[in-house]
Protein backbone atom coordinates (compact mmCIF):
# COMPACT_ATOMS: atom_id res chain seq x y z
CA UNK A 1 0.00 0.00 0.00
CA UNK A 2 1.04 3.66 -1.03
CA UNK A 3 -0.10 6.87 0.91
CA UNK A 4 -1.65 9.02 -1.50
CA UNK A 5 -1.95 12.42 -2.21
CA UNK A 6 -5.59 13.26 -2.95
CA UNK A 7 -4.86 17.51 -4.12
CA UNK A 8 -5.26 17.22 -7.57
CA UNK A 9 -4.47 20.82 -7.59
CA UNK A 10 -2.35 22.01 -4.21
CA UNK A 11 -3.61 23.74 -1.36
CA UNK A 12 -4.04 26.98 -3.25
CA UNK A 13 -7.85 28.20 -2.90
CA UNK A 14 -9.85 27.60 -6.25
CA UNK A 15 -10.35 30.24 -8.70
CA UNK A 16 -14.17 30.06 -8.52
CA UNK A 17 -16.88 27.79 -7.24
CA UNK A 18 -17.32 26.11 -10.62
CA UNK A 19 -13.14 25.04 -10.38
CA UNK A 20 -13.72 24.30 -6.80
CA UNK A 21 -16.77 21.51 -7.46
CA UNK A 22 -14.88 20.33 -10.62
CA UNK A 23 -11.51 19.72 -8.21
CA UNK A 24 -14.17 17.99 -5.46
CA UNK A 25 -15.94 16.10 -7.71
CA UNK A 26 -12.12 14.66 -8.99
CA UNK A 27 -11.00 14.03 -6.04
CA UNK A 28 -13.78 11.70 -5.10
CA UNK A 29 -13.93 9.50 -8.14
CA UNK A 30 -9.90 9.40 -7.53
CA UNK A 31 -10.15 8.09 -3.83
CA UNK A 32 -13.04 6.06 -4.66
CA UNK A 33 -10.95 4.52 -7.20
CA UNK A 34 -7.09 4.77 -4.60
CA UNK A 35 -9.89 2.85 -1.72
CA UNK A 36 -10.58 -0.25 -4.70
CA UNK A 37 -6.94 -0.37 -5.21
CA UNK A 38 -6.18 -1.20 -1.68
CA UNK A 39 -4.20 2.49 -1.55
CA UNK A 40 -3.88 4.25 1.65
CA UNK A 41 -5.44 7.71 1.52
CA UNK A 42 -4.50 11.87 2.79
CA UNK A 43 -8.34 12.78 2.54
CA UNK A 44 -7.54 16.25 3.98
CA UNK A 45 -7.23 17.99 0.89
CA UNK A 46 -10.71 17.06 0.19
CA UNK A 47 -12.14 18.02 3.05
CA UNK A 48 -10.63 21.47 2.88
CA UNK A 49 -11.94 21.68 -0.43
CA UNK A 50 -15.21 20.88 0.73
CA UNK A 51 -14.87 23.36 3.54
CA UNK A 52 -14.14 26.19 0.82
CA UNK A 53 -17.32 24.79 -0.92
CA UNK A 54 -19.27 25.52 2.25
CA UNK A 55 -17.79 28.65 3.06
CA UNK A 56 -18.49 30.31 0.04
CA UNK A 57 -20.95 28.90 -2.02
CA UNK A 58 -23.78 31.36 -0.65
CA UNK A 59 -22.15 34.35 -1.62
CA UNK A 60 -21.26 33.00 -5.37
CA UNK A 61 -24.77 30.92 -6.24
CA UNK A 62 -26.00 34.28 -5.18
CA UNK A 63 -24.27 35.77 -8.40
CA UNK A 64 -24.69 32.95 -10.59
CA UNK A 65 -27.25 32.74 -13.16
CA UNK A 66 -28.28 29.73 -12.75
CA UNK A 67 -28.20 28.74 -9.00
CA UNK A 68 -30.35 25.60 -9.21
CA UNK A 69 -27.76 23.67 -11.26
CA UNK A 70 -25.56 24.81 -8.06
CA UNK A 71 -27.87 23.31 -5.86
CA UNK A 72 -28.27 20.07 -7.90
CA UNK A 73 -24.73 19.55 -8.18
CA UNK A 74 -24.03 19.97 -4.91
CA UNK A 75 -27.08 17.70 -3.81
CA UNK A 76 -24.98 15.13 -6.20
CA UNK A 77 -21.70 15.87 -4.54
CA UNK A 78 -23.06 15.05 -0.92
CA UNK A 79 -24.53 11.98 -2.44
CA UNK A 80 -21.10 10.99 -4.09
CA UNK A 81 -19.34 11.52 -0.68
CA UNK A 82 -21.82 10.06 1.56
CA UNK A 83 -20.62 6.46 -1.14
CA UNK A 84 -17.17 7.75 -0.23
CA UNK A 85 -17.60 6.94 3.36
CA UNK A 86 -19.51 3.87 2.94
CA UNK A 87 -16.59 2.49 0.59
CA UNK A 88 -14.11 3.89 3.35
CA UNK A 89 -16.48 2.31 6.24
CA UNK A 90 -16.68 -1.02 4.52
CA UNK A 91 -12.42 -0.80 4.00
CA UNK A 92 -12.14 -0.61 7.63
CA UNK A 93 -14.33 -3.35 8.64
CA UNK A 94 -17.12 -1.22 10.05
CA UNK A 95 -20.74 -1.00 8.39
CA UNK A 96 -22.84 2.02 6.99
CA UNK A 97 -22.80 5.05 8.86
CA UNK A 98 -26.05 5.97 10.86
CA UNK A 99 -27.69 2.42 10.57
CA UNK A 100 -28.23 2.83 6.85
CA UNK A 101 -27.86 0.33 4.12
CA UNK A 102 -25.62 2.33 1.48
CA UNK A 103 -28.65 2.49 -0.86
CA UNK A 104 -30.57 5.73 -2.10
Known amino acids: MSDHDNTGGGNAPPA ?3 SAMAEVESMILNARRALAGGELLDMSPLGDRVA ?5 VRTMALTSSDPDSIRLRLEKMVSDLNRLEDQIRVGAGLGPADGETGKE
Not at 52 to 56: A, G, R, V
Request: net charge negative; hydrophobic share 40%.
Open 16 to 18: SLE
Open 52 to 56: WICEN
